[in-house]
């Protein structure tokens, strides 16, 4: 009570009641109520300051991605334009056989699909699941432009014998429920079968965990490599006078300055089997004119680029974490008896680390989400789980399971964080 | 008498040179021997050369030409990690990612010791600096001169028998570093170690130091017990470096042994002593500290010279008064007198003769 009662000009303590005593300010009002007042104009300014920044980033940012994750676990492509089948599939049980009902309901739907020119999006969403059902549902379209009279499931049967197939009729059951887990599935090769139950996908068709698992693991080595090549250069950065530094400096970030596609194409031209690399070797006779090796349109390319490219973003983050750590540390390790070895590792890396842990995630972050480097010179077996990504965005037109696959990634990334955070912890965390 | 000691020195520079860039010398031709048990500081301005003297006695510099030799063994080729010397940095060096404990037992880890042998050095050691408390902590929770105090330990703990500090004191604040100065003379004093101190604080030096080496322009200008190095400057940057000093310019006018008659450029004649001047019609510079000057004519000796001088102005500060006279031409001649209850109050515009005890004014070579 004393303390608070020092400025007599500022609050007046009201002792009263005994109990703990409310502030005010000298005209009376709360003091709390006054503080907030007084702050409200220098808040509202604020806020006024950065609100173009954060209707920008809602409108370029949260909502564009918030779209596309709700298509990862909601597609209305089918049930919107089938209403009548969809309900069907709704009041019955897995696994039943349709009847009459179910096929004067497909029927109609379809009709009215056909007039509303609305078939060919039903039949793209189908075909996600079941390839090659695309043109079943185009073609029957335009052979019911004319309308179609019962007996429904013998028309439609003369139409395409494929509409008997049981495994269509459950993955239009599987479709006519507009919010589902199945892209979340179909992005971990998994897929239900006619009862319902999550099974592996046939073996040819299981591409996507290896891609997650070559993603990482590609991630991880260009991680290390980047790690390896760029301690030393952030070391002499950081300890190199202010001239020479600045030179090289530039030239860390020369690659910055230079498009991506130029950088990557110049990797084509050394890399290649009739590259500047491999005469190179060939000249010198460490290997033979048959013996070229392949170095690019693979995953070695991938690996080699994509380790150019990433390398400023592990260099910066540890030398600005370096030029911080006093040479007097090692000197007094020196000193106390520690050899140049044991006095890097016992301190002076652990000073580093900071920066390792911020250019590590930094540089582990970009890779796992790499797409144009992987696409030039990756060949087949470079590709990333992006590039599958962009492929179901651009050519297949599975924006569903293109959204799945990018909330996996995501996902992958954030848990990657938290374990980031529980084992270094993101205070740590130095970028510059 | 330097080149009698090297051959039984703990520590010898022979002829030591350091040039960083090829064209111009930092040390110059350093000849210094350090005896064992002794505590020598290096006193200079930034720049004089001793803080890398001490670099290159702990191995992080080499020097460029000389011996450096340790307990009579050359040790220029040997890294400084085997050298054995402790040593205190300006900033104290604590491993910021180790506590207090792990930082003390850094180096006798590195030295193969067992855990139980390091455990109780280590206890020992903060004991010795009534650190025992803080054996958990981090240097970052600690004060500035706790911190100092880890860092005294930590030079300390593997018992080394030369110990080398830079400025170690230079970041506390003015009470803690008087209360540290002592602390670290007695640890001296205990342990009978060697110790080489750095410091730009000539206060520090003299209160510290066995001996005193005065460095600028990378030579050493003069190398004595503090007493001796304020008493008897032994040149005029020795005497305008340490301590207060007045400088009255002259010409020899006459010898009588070791005195001088020194008639001054503003005019009269006073005593000194020749220190560095030896002929006569010699220009000089004749110093003087302001707590030497006298002018009541009963503390003089007797016959002795005389000059006038005008109070300018007289600032009270507490234990001294201290007074600003024009003397001889110059309005900058400092007295200092003690503040005891029968002091003569001098006023603004007075008129005074001073004078001094001729061994208190020590004429040397002429400033620029």
């Not at chain 1, 009847?99 to 004067?104: G, I, K, M, N, R």
């Amino acid at each position: 009570m004393a303390n608070v009662a020092l400025d007599p000009h500022a609050a007046v303590v009201s002792t009263a009641s005994g109990g703990p005593a409310a502030l005010t300010s000298a005209d009376g009002t709360p003091l709390a109520r006054a503080l907030a007042r007084s702050q409200r104009r220098a808040r509202r300014r604020a806020f006024l300051l950065v609100l173009p920044l954060l209707a920008f980033i809602l409108i370029t940012f949260v909502v564009p991605i918030g779209q596309m994750l709700q298509r990862s676990f909601y597609n209305a492509g089918f049930s919107a334009n089938m209403p009548q089948v969809s309900a069907w599939f709704a009041e019955t049980e897995r696994g039943t056989d349709p009847d009459d009902a179910a096929w004067a309901a497909l029927a109609a739907d379809l009709t009215a699909a056909a007039e509303a020119r609305t078939v060919a999006m039903v039949g793209t969403r189908i075909n996600y699941d079941l390839s090659g059902t695309r043109s079943l549902f185009t073609s029957t379209g335009r052979a019911l432009r004319g309308g179609i009279e019962p007996p429904y499931r013998e028309n439609l049967l003369e139409i395409d014998q494929k509409w008997g197939d049981p495994q269509l009729w459950s993955v239009m059951r599987e479709a006519s429920r507009p919010v589902t887990a199945n892209f979340y599935l179909a992005a971990v090769d998994r897929a239900r079968d006619a009862e319902g139950n999550i099974v592996q996908v046939d073996e040819r068709q299981r591409v996507y965990t290896m891609l997650f698992g070559r993603t990482f693991w590609l991630s991880l080595v260009i991680t290390a490599l980047t790690f390896v090549l760029g301690f030393p250069i952030a070391h002499l950065l950081a300890t190199l006078p202010l001239r020479k530094s600045n030179l090289l400096m530039i030239l860390v970030l020369l690659p910055f300055w230079t498009s991506l596609l130029v950088r990557t194409t110049s990797w084509m031209v050394l890399l290649q089997q009739q590259g500047v690399v491999n005469d190179l070797l060939v000249w010198t006779g460490i290997i033979g004119a048959s013996g070229r090796l392949q170095m690019i349109y693979n995953q070695t390319g991938t690996i080699i680029a994509m380790t150019h490219i990433l390398l400023p973003f592990m260099i910066l983050p540890l030398y600005s974490v370096m030029r911080t750590i006093n040479p007097s540390y090692v000197r007094a390790a020196r000193s106390l008896g520690a050899s140049s070895w044991t006095a890097f590792r016992r301190v002076y890396f652990p000073q580093t680390l900071p920066g390792l842990g911020a250019g590590a995630l930094l540089v582990f972050i970009l890779a796992v989400g790499y797409y144009i480097t992987p696409a030039l010179v990756g060949g087949s077996s470079g590709q990333l789980i992006s590039n599958m990504i962009a492929m179901h965005m651009t050519s297949t037109l599975n924006w569903s399971l293109a959204a799945a696959l990018a909330a996996l990634l995501l996902a992958a990334v954030l848990v990657l964080y938290w374990v980031y955070d529980r084992m270094v912890g993101i205070d740590n965390l130095k970028l510059g | 008498m330097l080149d009698d000691r090297h051959g039984d020195a703990f520590v010898a520079f022979e002829h030591v040179q350091k040039s960083y860039d090829g064209q111009t010398l930092v040390v110059k031709d350093l000849n210094l021997a350090i005896g064992k048990g002794e505590f020598l500081t290096m006193l200079g301005p930034s720049g004089s050369g001793k803080t890398t003297c001490l670099m290159m006695l702990a191995g992080f510099e080499t020097a460029t030409h000389g011996e450096i030799r340790l307990a009579g063994r050359p040790i220029n080729q040997v890294p400084p990690h085997k050298r054995g010397i402790g040593m205190v940095f300006q900033n104290y060096a604590l491993f910021p990612h180790m506590t207090v404990g792990e930082n003390l037992s850094f180096p006798l880890e590195v030295r193969g010791m067992a855990k139980p042998d390091r455990e109780a050095r280590v206890k020992r050691a903060l004991d010795m600096v009534q650190m025992g408390r803080f054996i958990s902590r981090r240097p970052a929770q600690l004060s500035g001169g706790q911190q100092q105090r880890i860092a005294l330990a930590r030079a300390l703990v593997f018992d080394p028998e030369l110990v080398l500090m830079d400025e170690p004191l230079g970041a506390l604040d003015k009470q803690l570093r008087e209360h540290m100065q002592f602390e670290i003379k007695h640890l001296h004093e205990e342990l009978g170690i060697t110790v080489v101190y750095v410091t730009h604080d000539q206060g520090e030096a003299l209160t510290m130091s066995d001996r005193i080496a005065v460095f600028n322009d990378g030579r050493i200008q003069q190398l004595a017990p503090p007493a001796e190095l304020y008493e008897r400057p032994g040149n005029s940057f020795v005497a305008s470096f340490i301590g207060e000093n007045n400088s009255l310019p002259g010409v020899i006018e006459e010898f009588q042994g070791d005195k001088a008659l020194v008639r001054l450029d503003g005019g009269g004649v006073i005593d000194a002593t020749a220190v560095n001047i030896r002929e006569k019609g010699q220009r000089t510079t004749v110093s003087i500290r302001p707590e030497r000057v006298e002018f009541k004519p009963e503390m003089m000796p007797p016959g002795a010279h005389t000059i006038e001088a005008k109070v300018a102005e007289v600032v009270y500060m507490g234990d001294i008064l201290r007074a600003r006279l024009a003397v001889a031409g110059s309005d900058n001649f400092v007295m200092k007198m003690r503040n005891t209850i029968g002091q003569t109050r001098l006023e603004p515009g007075q008129v005074i003769r001073i004078g001094w005890h001729p061994q208190d004014a020590r004429a040397l070579e002429p400033t620029a």
